[in-house]
């Protein structure tokens, strides 16, 4: 009776010891659960915000690309359009029509000017002219029966002079009429149409000289 009692105590703590076991197997499963469910919940938490992250910076890309874009072209072609005023001047030399504001003329006494004929090409000489001052012998294409355009100019001092000369920017044409004007210089002998205008007489006419260019071979 003893020995099956024995046994039977012996069956029951067995029976505990393995209860036990199991059920700290199950605690443990349990909790390698719980900690892999949350790692993978984090992990889950850490894509997502990622991607946000990653979507919101292609969004400010593509923002910033296109505003370069709308924009950049804008500017471009406002620095376009200014590069081609500047070709247009350039080779226009200078337009006649843009001057604001237009200084008093210089009335000058015993100044005269005489121009020829003569061929076309890049320089333009002047027979005589005689000044009171240092002043600019300026050369102007037509504009329908009016000075247009500047083509060149130079300096020369008070004096008389013969076979002066002016070399152009832009060439004069065949068959084609031209004019010259005396300028005065405001003293820094930089030629400046807006500040250096046309000299007049005592009855306030400009002293300008016209000519003609032949058809013949340019100088």
Same mark, same amino acid.
């Given at each position: 009776?003893?020995?099956?009692l024995?046994?039977?105590?012996?069956?029951?703590?067995?029976?505990?010891?393995?209860?036990?076991?199991?059920?700290?197997?199950?605690?443990k499963?349990?909790?390698?659960?719980?900690?892999?469910n949350?790692?993978?919940?984090?992990?889950?938490?850490?894509?997502?915000?990622?991607?946000?992250?990653?979507v919101?910076l292609?969004?400010l890309?593509?923002g910033?690309?296109?505003?370069?874009?709308?924009?950049?072209?804008?500017?471009?072609?406002?620095?376009?359009?200014?590069?081609?005023? #500047? !070709? +247009?001047?350039?080779e %226009?030399?200078?337009?006649?029509?843009s001057?604001? =504001?237009t200084?008093?003329? $210089?009335?000058?006494?015993?100044?005269s000017l005489v121009?020829?004929?003569?061929n076309?090409?890049?320089?333009?000489? #002047? !027979? +005589?002219?005689?000044? %009171?001052?240092?002043?600019?012998?300026?050369?102007y =294409?037509?504009?329908?029966? $009016?000075a247009g355009?500047?083509?060149?100019?130079?300096?020369?001092?008070?004096?008389?002079?013969t076979?002066?000369?002016v070399?152009?920017?832009?060439?004069?044409?065949?068959?084609?009429?031209?004019y010259?004007?005396?300028?005065?210089?405001?003293?820094d002998?930089?030629?400046?149409?807006?500040?250096?205008?046309?000299?007049?007489?005592?009855?306030?006419q400009?002293?300008?000289?016209?000519?003609?260019?032949s058809d013949?071979?340019?100088?």
């Amino acid at each position: 009776m003893e020995t099956i009692l024995f046994r039977l105590k012996e069956d029951t703590y067995s029976a505990q010891e393995e209860f036990n076991a199991l059920k700290a197997s199950s605690r443990k499963k349990k909790r390698k659960m719980d900690l892999h469910n949350k790692n993978t919940r984090m992990e889950t938490e850490n894509n997502i915000t990622t991607k946000l992250i990653v979507v919101a910076l292609l969004s400010l890309l593509v923002g910033f690309g296109i505003g370069f874009l709308v924009f950049g072209d804008k500017e471009g072609a406002s620095n376009d359009a200014t590069l081609e005023e #500047v !070709d +247009s001047t350039t080779e %226009d030399i200078l337009d006649l029509g843009s001057a604001s =504001e237009t200084p008093a003329p $210089v009335v000058v006494d015993g100044v005269s000017l005489v121009v020829s004929d003569q061929n076309f090409g890049d320089t333009v000489f #002047v !027979d +005589s002219v005689s000044l %009171d001052r240092a002043s600019w012998i300026v050369v102007y =294409e037509d504009n329908n029966g $009016v000075a247009g355009n500047i083509l060149g100019a130079h300096l020369y001092d008070e004096g008389v002079l013969t076979q002066a000369s002016v070399t152009l920017l832009r060439a004069t044409e065949p068959a084609s009429l031209y004019y010259v004007k005396i300028h005065a210089d405001d003293g820094d002998r930089e030629f400046d149409f807006k500040k250096d205008i046309p000299v007049v007489d005592s009855a306030q006419q400009e002293i300008v000289g016209t000519f003609t260019t032949s058809d013949g071979t340019p100088r």
